[in-house]
């Protein structure tokens, strides 16, 4: 049986790129200014398969958030594996094989530039400043400066959750933030180049598309092996609500809350005529205070400690935090990556589909 999921970012890269010329596809691979641990070239590559300017359009994404990208990355080796096909000339397929490299090839949730990528896609007149309501208060706790006690934090974050309130708490501590350059969550100073590049990008590929549907794969906070489809709530027209319902079903759910700077907005932006369907498949594999906890030790020990150990415990950690080893989660997330994805080829291209009936509104889906 093939093992999909990669050993290494290189591995992953290497592999995705012989299953997309061995489906027919084509490959942009973007260079970004920054290299790997061995000093490798690193690349966003996006394998393109069907017309160059399509009237609908899947689309694929994995490693938004670098370490997250070993489960994304191994849905899109399995589906090359199975076989890319299109239904008719006008339709066309870009699997985005790791927005974030540095990220996934040094064991981060950030880039280069400490840049979380999903929280740097603001539009060209938003400012590159502001933090999310009571980081403040947090962001000692959050972003220690002395190695940090890993029991202890459990404890005090506990106790300021209980404070706060759990949803006050968890928008303090997801969303974005762009005033704190070695903080957690921090979305950068302007547009990072995986941002502009991939922007440019797609908007010459689907300029003229009617209809754009959207997978980008995530891992972390949420029950072991269970997924949530999470659109935008605010950003989502009602139809398209519906129309995601009826393909993915009671999965989909209203995102606790929309952050600022991700990569959906790119695309409401960007295509403001086409009906876009964007979901982040969001695969749980601990509790929210677990990844908070691992995403904060790494970056103390990339900041005051020794970041070119990729075997340190802290990315040790990360790792396991956002890519268990356990064989029966990784064969879960295969089988329901593939599953969404034959869901949402259907829903970008089956022009029979009947309008969506239901009447629910986004702001009515159930919460993620
Ligand atoms: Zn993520």
Not at 61 to 78: D, N
Not at 196 to 222: K, P
Not at 306 to 326: I, M, N, Q, V, Y
Not at 351 to 364: C, M, V
Request: a negative charge; aromatic letters at 10%; one cysteine or more.
């Amino acid at each position: 049986m093939i093992d999909f999921f990669s050993s290494d970012y290189f591995t992953a890269r290497d592999r995705f790129r012989s299953g997309v010329l061995a489906n027919g596809g084509q490959i942009e691979s973007i260079l970004l200014n920054a290299k790997g641990p061995m000093g490798q070239d690193l690349t966003i590559d996006i394998g393109w398969f069907g017309t160059s300017n399509p009237d609908r359009a899947f689309i694929h994404a994995s490693g938004v958030h670098g370490v997250e990208g070993f489960a994304g990355s191994a849905i899109q080796l399995q589906w090359l594996e199975e076989g890319i096909t299109l239904p008719s000339d006008e339709c066309a397929v870009g699997v985005v094989h790791v927005m974030n490299p540095y990220g996934m090839a040094w064991l981060r949730l950030v880039n280069e530039n400490n840049v979380d990528v999903n929280r740097n896609f603001l539009a060209a007149d938003e400012e590159y400043s502001g933090v999310s309501e009571n980081y403040e208060g947090l962001r000692e706790l959050l972003n220690p400066v002395s190695p940090p006690a890993g029991g202890l934090f459990g404890l005090l974050a506990a106790w300021r959750a209980f404070r706060l309130g759990k949803r006050n708490f968890r928008r303090a501590t997801t969303g974005s933030q762009y005033n704190y350059p070695k903080a957690l969550a921090y979305g950068g100073r302007h547009h990072e180049q995986a941002t502009r590049c991939f922007q440019l990008y797609i908007s010459g590929r689907l300029a003229f598309s009617e209809r754009v549907v959207v997978v980008d794969v995530h891992t972390g906070a949420g029950k072991l092996g269970e997924d949530s489809l999470l659109v935008d709530g605010a950003d989502c027209r009602l139809e398209n609500a519906a129309a995601m319902q009826l393909a993915w079903g009671d999965r989909v759910r209203a995102m606790p809350e929309p952050t600022r700077g991700s990569l959906d907005g790119l695309f409401f932006r960007m295509f403001p005529a086409a009906r876009v369907c964007f979901a982040m498949q969001e695969f749980g594999t601990c509790s929210e205070m677990a990844a908070l906890a691992a995403a904060r030790t790494e970056n103390w020990q990339h900041h005051f400690g020794d970041p070119a150990e990729l075997d340190s415990k802290g990315k040790e950690d990360l790792l396991r935090t956002f890519c268990p080893e356990s064989a029966e989660w990784r064969t879960t997330v295969l089988e329901r990556g593939r599953e969404v994805i034959h869901q949402g080829l259907k829903l970008a291209f089956d022009t029979h589909r009947p309008a969506a009936t239901l009447t629910n509104t986004a702001r009515q889906l159930p919460p993620g």
